[in-house]
Structures are given as C-alpha cells and as structure tokens.
C-alpha cells in the first residue's frame, strides 16, 4: 500500500486520515503546513514546488516505513504538492496514527522533518517586489 503522494492538486485531509483508523490506535497526530505570506522579511506572493517525482516517491516511502519500524506506530501518511500554490494552500500534510500518543507524535515529527530533508522537492518563492528564488538549493542539472 502506497503511504507516501505527491499531488499536483488541493487534496482533502478527512479521507487520508479515515485510513488511519484502527482498533489497535488510540492516538492519531499530524501536521499540516501551509504556504505563508512571508519568509526572511519579504513579503511572498506565491510559490512553486518542484519535484524529481520517481525519487520522491521511492525516498517518501522509505521515510514512512522507517517511521513505523523505529517508532512502532499502527500506520501513517504523508501528502506533499507540487506545482503553483497561492497563500494560504496547503503544502504537506502528515498523519499518523498509534497505540499511544507519544509515539504518534514523535513520528509525525519525524516524518515531516525526514521529508523536508531527504526527499527531492524543491521550493521556488515569487516574492511581492516581483523577484523570485529558490529557498532551497536550486534542483540539479541534468549533465
């Protein structure tokens, strides 16, 4: 079963954590991170995320099965998108669900960290004075 997705469009939370539910969890965590108006004092007008998606997917659902192995959790879930998203969007979201809820959150923070530092996404900032970067590292060239 697939647990890690990157979408190209607005996804609906309720139905990912609906697969979460288990007689064996009494806790259920996530985290939702949304597209900001700002970042290092400039206003920011939008953003694109750019993915290598064959790694993504492979390196996401290594993240996740890591997470259930190291933090003995019932089941958990990550969403990230890619392309344009406007202010206000939602940009990831994680789910987990576990016996107890220590173990529900730790997990969740783990995956969103292990996320934002080992799979390949790439964020591209439009900034309101018309600018534009990259708040990570640029993706790399295709030699």
Same mark, same amino acid.
């Given at each position: 079963?697939?647990? @890690?997705?990157? !979408?190209?469009?607005? @996804?609906? $939370?309720?139905?990912?954590?609906?697969?979460?539910? !288990?007689? =064996?969890?009494?806790?259920?965590? #996530?985290?939702?991170?949304?597209?900001?108006?700002?970042?290092?004092?400039?206003?920011? *007008?939008?953003?694109?995320?750019? #993915?290598?998606?064959?790694?993504?997917?492979?390196?996401?659902?290594? $993240?996740? !099965?890591?997470? +259930?192995?190291?933090?003995?959790?019932?089941? *958990?879930?990550? %969403?990230?998108? %890619?392309?344009?998203?406007? +202010?206000?969007?939602?940009? %990831?979201?994680?789910?987990? #669900?576990? *016996?107890?809820?220590?173990?529900? @959150?730790?997990?969740?923070? @783990?995956?969103?960290?292990?996320?934002?530092?080992?799979?390949? +996404?790439?964020?591209?900032?439009?900034?309101?004075?018309?600018?534009?970067?990259?708040? =990570?590292?640029?993706?790399?060239?295709? #030699?």
């Amino acid at each position: 079963m697939k647990r @890690f997705a990157l !979408s190209p469009q607005p @996804f609906e $939370i309720a139905p990912l954590r609906e697969q979460l539910l !288990s007689a =064996h969890a009494g806790a259920y965590a #996530s985290f939702e991170g949304w597209v900001r108006d700002h970042h290092g004092g400039r206003a920011v *007008a939008g953003l694109r995320y750019e #993915s290598y998606a064959a790694l993504a997917d492979s390196e996401g659902e290594r $993240i996740l !099965s890591e997470a +259930i192995e190291r933090f003995a959790i019932v089941d *958990a879930r990550c %969403v990230h998108r %890619v392309g344009d998203l406007a +202010i206000g969007e939602l940009a %990831v979201w994680v789910g987990v #669900s576990a *016996a107890h809820r220590d173990a529900a @959150f730790a997990a969740c923070r @783990f995956i969103i960290d292990e996320t934002k530092g080992r799979v390949p +996404i790439w964020k591209h900032e439009r900034y309101a004075d018309g600018e534009e970067g990259w708040l =990570h590292p640029t993706p790399p060239e295709v #030699s």
